[in-house]
T-cell receptor, first 112, second 115 residues
Framework: QQQVKQSPQSLIVQKGGISIINCAYENTAFDYFPWYQQFPGKGPALLIAIRPDVSEKKEGRFTISFNKSAKQFSLHIMDSQPGDSATYFCAARGQAGTALIFGKGTTLSVSS | SAVISQKPSRDICQRGTSLTIQCQVDSQVTMMFWYRQQPGQSLTLIATANQGSEATYESGFVIDKFPISRPNLTFSTLTVSNMSPEDSSIYLC????????????FGEGSRLTVL
């Protein structure tokens, strides 16, 4: 499987701060880049996703920034809240019909 | 959206036994995927299961160890055969939504512990 590299592995942020998680990919054929949020004991749930024809997508406090030339994308969580404490996975997918390839995940802890 | 139910949600198994995990979806879907998530790790694709055809396995996963059935468009099973402690993982069923978004929905997972 093609690799998607995610960093950092863990992140501690103060309540109200900005959480930033980064991912890099290798395969230029990837055309769909989602972020998933997973709480303990639950399956991953789609948070936000972007396609390479835009450089940024914002949904509420969550923003994806996408840099096609650098083959990198990142998740920004503004005004981080304790309820955002979870594991976040970036992912990528190639041609339609193929499965997602996931990064290794980032465990976010937002301290109150 | 799609609602996915997995059974069992968790189980403790003895080495050398086999366990079948069931995945039921509330709507008809063409593509279903089985992922494995080892403790504290990421999700690794085991296989893609399409109705009416043999499952397609990823490198490192074989049909004899992880046989999959897909009898219809709303149901699939994954069997973990001849289990060893290394098979202790969360096994996740996922389905792909229709349309351009192609969002992937996940079940809550089946947490297996092999003693």
């Amino acid at each position: 499987q093609q690799q998607v590299k995610q960093s950092p592995q863990s992140l501690i942020v103060q309540k109200g701060g900005i959480s930033i998680i980064n991912c890099a990919y290798e395969n230029t054929a990837f055309d769909y880049f989602p972020w998933y949020q997973q709480f303990p004991g639950k399956g991953p749930a789609l948070l936000i996703a972007i396609r390479p024809d835009v450089s940024e997508k914002k949904e509420g406090r969550f923003t994806i920034s996408f840099n096609k030339s650098a083959k990198q994308f990142s998740l920004h969580i503004m005004d981080s809240q304790p309820g955002d404490s979870a594991t976040y996975f970036c992912a990528a997918r190639g041609q339609a019909g193929t499965a997602l390839i996931f990064g290794k995940g980032t465990t976010l802890s937002v301290s109150s | 959206s799609a609602v996915i139910s997995q059974k069992p949600s968790r189980d403790i198994c003895q080495r050398g036994t086999s366990l079948t995990i069931q995945c039921q979806v509330d709507s008809q879907v063409t593509m279903m995927f089985w992922y494995r998530q080892q403790p504290g790790q990421s999700l690794t694709l085991i296989a893609t299961a399409n109705q009416g055809s043999e499952a397609t396995y990823e490198s490192g996963f074989v049909i004899d160890k992880f046989p999959i059935s897909r009898p219809n468009l709303t149901f699939s099973t994954l069997t973990v055969s001849n289990m060893s402690p290394e098979d202790s993982s969360i096994y996740l069923c996922s389905v792909r939504a229709g349309g351009r978004s192609g969002e992937l929905f996940f079940g809550e997972g089946s947490r297996l512990t092999v003693l």
